[in-house]
Nanobody
Framework: QLQLVESGGGLVQPGGSLRLSCAAS????????IGWFRQAPGKEREGVSC????????NYADSVRGRFTISRDNAKNTVYLQMNSLKPEDTAIYYC?????????????????WGQGTQVTVSS
């Protein structure tokens, strides 16, 4: 059964760091682009970052570029999102999603499988 499970969310002060994990089961990451999305209360879901299958090329939203880093460990079938210099506006539920393609897409509708999400709250 294909499954994505996020973990690593929590409450952190502004300027702090968190590392989110997205553990995949039921498929391998070899032919999968994995995206991280987030949704804040009252807002639409937005793309945060994505890592492509072949070569591991990455994309970032302008709002997180330079602060967030996406990476993958194919041996562990896991994708990570390292989040540094967190801001209150980063508060949201973070989801990882799989696109059965070598390439990323900025459209959430092109991702076939989603995790349940993990809450990130940045507050003092």
């Amino acid at each position: 059964q294909l499954q994505l499970v996020e973990s690593g969310g929590g409450l952190v002060q502004p300027g702090g760091s968190l590392r989110l994990s997205c553990a995949a089961s039921g498929f391998t990451l070899d032919y999968s682009a994995i995206g991280w999305f987030r949704q804040a209360p009252g807002k639409e879901r937005e793309g945060v970052s994505c890592i492509m299958s072949s070569g591991g090329a990455t994309n970032y939203a302008d709002s997180v570029r330079g602060r967030f880093t996406i990476s993958r460990d194919n041996a562990k079938n896991t994708v990570y999102l390292q989040m540094n210099s967190l801001k209150p506006e980063d508060t949201a539920i973070y989801y990882c999603a799989r696109r059965r393609s070598y390439f990323c897409s900025g459209s959430s509708g092109e991702y076939e499988s989603w995790g349940q999400g993990t809450q990130v709250t940045v507050s003092s």
